[in-house]
């Protein structure tokens, strides 16, 4: 045998096994540099949209720069015209006119733009030993001990007895104070260092610091809490009671940042799921003219389980496609059959720090492109969507014949845990709909990473699903 022929085996290997390799190894240098331009927006989009309130606030304005105008349901659409429809300004739908009759179906990307973080309580506000503090209640799941002593922002809206709204964001800007919970020095820490992990702080633990300088005057009681209040007054108009009809959050006030010498990767909070939103967004913002009518919803609440009037449990998704076949008039039920949709949500990327959670064999990394999850839940796919065969091999089939890289994904060893996606409610409605979404390490956590290879092979995935 001459050295350039291949041995029968090794011709039978490369024809009949798979084979992981780097997705960076597969792409041309200028193709690693496109990916690096689409997540400088995309950095700019996670420091920009830290709650689903903001970040349907910059999808919008992205969108209204490309020609989407808002949804007129008395309105006639044609081919290639763009809409998009806020529900509540907590989550938007966004779509584009395909070329093909509307009963033929529609092609939809689903991801969330809400992320774990902590929510104050309706009365927040308290004084103790001359400090000021406010009780948080936590939003998703998050691990506790992570949130402590960090640089926390506050974001959300107060809506005020006088039926006003007032927008909050304090702790982004560079001139802006920032709060923080406090944890125990390890000098004295002996006793909560017995403590399990999960349990090492304590949801009624998380209190965060919002001031200490006392409003002088003896008359008056608690005087650090009366001066924040001042404040507060001073900046937003607010008395105590306008707290009973706020939503004030508060989460990490960290910016998005390249990670490691080699700028591979994103370091930033939220990006589960803004990680896949983002290039949701991009991706039907980029949609002309496309055969099927295309969609894109950004919904809120996944992270409690899709509930609410925002969440995608709620119908107003099967509002929307109603609404169109109405104006079709094609029953909503055809259009919705024969549609076909990407839960676009994350999956966990693997650790080389803790491997025993993984089966290697089918977890998925970063760098190795955009994943697909055939199915989620827990305890033998328990409350999972769990993709048919056929709709996975279509998928497959767009994204290989589209130069997409990708790889499979499974959140975590059988019976070690599990998670749940927007899929199943999609699948309730009777779509074909699969999971595909980017790695994330340290996922939930105030600061997470994926890998910019990654978040672009999502972007040309789903690109190439809707065009
Ligand atoms: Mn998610
Ligand atoms: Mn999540």
Not at 56 to 65: G, K, M, P, R
Not at 213 to 227: A, G
Not at 250 to 269: E, S, T
């Amino acid at each position: 045998m001459s050295k350039d022929e291949k041995s029968i085996g090794k011709t039978l290997e490369e024809k009949l096994l798979s084979k992981r390799k780097s997705g960076l190894l597969k792409l041309s240098d200028e193709e690693i540099a496109e990916a690096d331009a689409f997540c400088e927006g995309y950095m700019r989009f996670l420091d920009d949209s830290k709650t689903e309130r903001e970040a349907v606030t910059s999808a919008i304005a992205l969108a209204e720069a490309n020609g989407f105008m808002p949804f007129d349901p008395k309105a006639n659409y044609s081919a290639g015209d763009k809409i998009y429809y806020s529900n509540r300004g907590k989550s938007v739908i966004f779509c584009v006119i395909g070329t093909q009759p509307l009963e033929n179906g529609t092609r939809v990307l689903a991801a969330h733009i809400d992320s774990p973080r902590l929510d104050l309580k309706q009365h927040p506000l308290y004084e103790s030993s001359d400090l000021a503090l406010l009780k948080t209640h936590y939003y998703g799941g998050i691990r506790k001990y992570q949130w402590v002593t960090i640089p926390l922002a506050l974001h959300g809206v107060i809506c005020k007895s006088d039926g006003t709204t007032v927008t909050v964001n304090i702790g982004e800007d560079d001139n802006d104070p920032v709060f923080v919970i406090t944890d125990l020095l390890p000098h004295l820490a002996q006793e909560q260092s017995k403590r399990s992990l999960g349990e090492g702080i304590k949801g009624e633990e998380l209190n965060v610091v919002i001031g200490s300088r006392p409003f002088k005057d003896d008359e008056v009681s608690e005087k650090v809490k009366l001066n924040i209040m001042r404040i507060l007054n001073e900046k937003y108009g607010v008395v105590e009671e306008d707290f009973l009809s706020a939503e004030l959050e508060m989460v990490p006030a960290f910016k998005a940042r390249n990670v490691g010498l080699d700028c591979g990767l994103i370091g930033a909070y939220g990006q589960d799921d803004r990680v896949c939103a983002y290039p949701a967004l991009e991706a039907i913002l980029d949609c002309d003219n496309p055969e099927y009518t295309a969609i894109a919803v950004l919904t809120d609440k996944e992270e409690i389980g899709s509930t609410g009037n925002t969440g995608l449990r709620a119908a107003y998704l099967k509002n929307f496609i109603s609404m169109l076949a109405d104006m079709a008039d094609v029953p909503d039920y055809t259009v919705i059959t024969n549609s076909k949709c990407l839960s676009a949500d994350v999956t966990a990327g693997f650790d080389p720090t803790f491997p025993e959670v993984a089966d290697q064999r089918n977890f998925s990394c970063c760098n190795q492109g955009v994943a697909m999850c055939k199915y989620t839940g827990s305890r033998g796919k328990s409350g999972c969507n769990d993709a048919n065969a056929e709709f996975v091999g279509y998928v497959r089939n767009v994204f290989d014949s589209n130069g997409v890289i990708w790889q499979t994904g499974e959140l975590g060893r059988v019976d070690l845990g599990g998670g749940g996606t927007v899929a199943c409610y999609i699948a309730e409605l009777g779509m074909d709909v699969v999971d595909i979404g980017v790695p994330v390490l340290c996922m939930h956590a105030p600061y997470e990473l994926t890998a910019k290879l990654d978040v672009y092979m999502a972007y040309k995935g789903f690109s190439a699903f809707i065009k």
